[in-house]
């Protein structure tokens, strides 16, 4: 199998890793390397599922020795299979790297052989980009759940992010689909990654030139659809991830169904693209905006609402809060404010410093009124002219997307004849009957 076969069966195979965003990390350029890292900006370009990235996004290997249900590469899946050797995947990524087609590298695979060989795999070659051909460009690595502790440090040193994908939200959900794995063996790579970036912090205060352990942080990927998880469930995990092991990013895919399993939705399912995209709102809304999982969902209502956001769902629910007083409510009132985002928040306590903020201020400073004019005040009073209905609330709060979904669909000229029975006529007699003046 030549190169470019190998290739377009590991860039298809890596297509459903989602972790594809801006490095996150910086890394001047050096007299005699090649390449750098910058904090942000390299994603700008499109894979075919339309997501972005501008890294070179393949799998070592598609072969697996886990049966994972959900994954198209597991071991009972007759697919084509390959595998690219470390001295291919550095040489790829440096050809690729010199024509601009890339500016960094996205290495996952399939557990070959064992958890620890294929993270030897993997560290042989980030060694040669490093170390052989003087890459200092971006390079994010999927570490193994199960590999040794001494290889994952090695890793961790070579790569500017890592990430352990949990995929799935329980361990119930595991145990029915990925039964090779386990919420621990997931966990405690997490954990190791965790203190070797608190412990990297700490020797890089005292020593200038300490090597840097995975820069850009950590992160991981939830699969939602697979399984009968609800929002609640992911919500409260994402929580619990980003305080107990620092996580920069967690990233929400839509199942989408590829191999035919009694245990997963059928193949002819769409994705829940919808869900996801209220998922990713909310994981904003823990990150940037103050929120705590339970104040977005609990038991009783444990998924999101298809029609609204989650900040506005929160909002209508809790409308014993509002209104908001502009020109005295505290940063963190001002976030939760249907239309005000941390910028615009940001903006108005700037601003109010030099006078009293009106309706027409607030729109120059970029909040969006339509939504934020049922939650606030200026100088004590509401909007002029403005009636708050239920059914005006809720038109107002959603996107255009979401309306459309939302009105009832057009009403119809009622007729004698429908289409169909006018169709059903024949031509001639129909010209004839109706040329009679009937």
């Not at 501008?54 to 959900?70: Q, R």
């Not at 500016?103 to 052989?113: A, C, D, T």
């Not at 509401?382 to 309306?403: A, D």
Request: charged share 25%; proline share 5%; net charge positive.
């Amino acid at each position: 199998m030549d190169m470019m076969e190998k290739l377009e069966i590991l860039t298809a195979s890596a297509k459903y890793d989602v972790a594809c965003t801006s490095s996150g990390a910086s890394r001047s350029g050096q007299s005699g390397s090649l390449g750098n890292a910058v904090s942000m900006g390299i994603c700008h370009s499109f894979a075919a599922d339309g997501r972005c990235i501008s890294l070179l996004k393949v799998l070592m290997t598609n072969g697996c020795i886990y049966d994972c249900a959900y994954c198209v590469n597991r071991k009972s899946n007759p697919t084509r299979r390959a595998a690219f050797t470390p001295e291919e995947i550095a040489n790829l990524t440096m050809q690729f790297y010199r024509r601009n087609y890339i500016e960094g590298l996205f290495l996952s695979s399939g557990i070959m052989r064992s958890p620890d060989y294929t993270t030897e795999q993997l560290i042989a070659a980030l060694e040669l980009l490093r170390n052989v051909y003087n890459f200092r460009g971006y390079i994010h690595v999927k570490a193994i759940p199960g590999a040794d502790d001494v290889l994952l440090s090695r890793l961790g040193l070579l790569a500017d992010r890592m990430s352990v994908n949990i995929e799935l939200p329980s361990q119930e959900s595991l145990n029915r689909l990925a039964p090779d794995k386990s919420k621990q063996s997931i966990l405690k790579p997490m954990g190791l990654i965790k203190s070797k970036i608190t412990e990297n912090s700490s020797d890089l205060v005292k020593y200038k030139h300490a090597p840097r352990f995975a820069p850009a942080g950590q992160s991981t990927q939830m699969i939602v659809g697979a399984t009968p998880d609800t929002d609640y469930q992911i919500l409260n995990l994402t929580e619990g991830l980003y305080k107990k092991y620092g996580l920069k990013r967690i990233f929400y895919s839509a199942y989408t169904p590829v191999v035919e399993d009694s245990l997963l939705p059928a193949l002819d399912t769409k994705p829940p693209l919808l869900r996801e995209h209220r998922l990713y709102q909310a994981d904003w809304l823990l990150r940037f905006y103050g929120f705590e999982a339970k104040e977005l969902l609990d038991e009783a209502a444990p998924n999101f609402n298809p029609l609204l956001d989650p900040k506005c769902s929160w909002a209508i629910n809790h409308r014993e809060q509002f209104p908001v007083e502009i020109n005295r409510a505290p940063y963190e009132t001002l976030l939760r404010v249907p239309g005000i985002g941390v910028r615009s928040a940001q903006r108005i306590l700037k601003a109010r410093k030099a006078g009293s903020l009106d309706f027409y201020a607030l729109k120059k400073l970029g909040v969006v009124l339509k939504r934020a004019q049922f939650f606030i005040t200026c100088k004590g009073k509401p909007l002029e002219g403005l009636k708050v209905g239920e059914h005006t609330l809720l038109r107002s709060l959603m996107s255009g997307q979401e309306l459309a979904k939302f009105q009832l669909p057009e009403v119809e000229q009622l007729s004698f004849f429908d289409d169909s029975y006018m169709a059903a006529l024949p031509e001639a007699s129909t010209a004839a009957t109706f040329g009679k003046g009937v």
